[in-house]
T-cell receptor
Framework: DAKTTQPPSMDCAEGRAANLPCNHS???????VYWYRQIHSQGPQYIIH???NNETNEMASLIITEDRKSSTLILPHATLRDTAVYYC?????????????FGQGTRLTINP | DTEVTQTPKHLVMGMTNKKSLKCEQH?????MYWYKQKAKKPPELMFV???????INESVPSRFSPECPNSSLLNLHLHALQPEDSALYLC??????????????FGPGTRLTVL
């Protein structure tokens, strides 16, 4: 699976959009980009995933660049409850159960 | 039911004890996973069960013994652990089959302390 690079920490004001970048310059054509977050001492929570196109769900939007070498997770109206470590993970789209390889993630702090 | 449950939430054990962690899901998922997370580190995979058979073992020491009695239940049996095994143990499940791509959903974890 391709390696990802994320900033170690970010701050965002409550109510503003939080934009979390992820670099995955060695991504292969069949690899998906996944985002999870982990609120302190809880299990990781699935947020969103994408292959080529931009994706949106009730939690967030995922913007993937045309060359697929980077992506941005957008939390449109951040709240204090969005304070967490956000993990960007790249994994192959092959059949069967696979491991998720977590990097160090970005620690996002939402400030009041 | 759309969640993965884990019991107990917290566990303290001595190095000579035998204990078990339990994970359950009723989403019809056919893959289940154990991850270990040390303090201030990301989760790391330990084991994967696919269709109740062990498919991945990430060279985990034998003092950790997984068991998958049925498609809804996953256990992790612990014996003769060391203090450095203290960590958050996370269970996850994923659908497999026709669902594509296969997305993992995590439980809240068991916080284990080995004295």
């Amino acid at each position: 699976d391709a390696k990802t690079t994320q900033p170690p920490s970010m701050d965002c004001a409550e109510g503003r959009a939080a934009n979390l970048p992820c670099n995955h310059s060695t991504i292969s054509g069949n690899e998906y980009v996944y985002w999870y977050r982990q609120i302190h001492s809880q299990g990781p929570q699935y947020i969103i995933h994408g292959l080529k196109n931009n994706e949106t769900n009730e939690m967030a939007s995922l913007i993937i660049t045309e060359d697929r070498k980077s992506s941005t997770l957008i939390l449109p109206h951040a709240t204090l409850r969005d304070t967490a470590v956000y993990y960007c993970i790249v994994r192959a789209s092959i059949q069967g159960a696979q491991k998720l390889v977590f990097g160090q993630g970005t620690r996002l702090t939402i400030n009041p | 039911d759309t969640e993965v449950t884990q019991t107990p939430k917290h566990l303290v054990m001595g190095m000579t004890n035998k204990k078990s962690l339990k994970c359950e899901q009723h989403m019809g998922h056919r893959a289940m996973y154990w991850y270990k997370q040390k303090a201030k580190k990301p989760p790391e995979l330990m084991f994967v069960y696919s269709y109740e058979k062990l498919s991945i073992n990430e060279s985990v020491p034998s003092r950790f013994s997984p068991e998958c009695p049925n498609s809804s239940l996953l256990n992790l049996h612990l014996h003769a652990l060391q203090p450095e095994d203290s960590a958050l143990y996370l269970c996850a499940s994923s659908p497999l089959g026709d669902v594509w791509p296969d997305t993992q959903y995590f439980g809240p974890g068991t916080r284990l302390t080995v004295l």
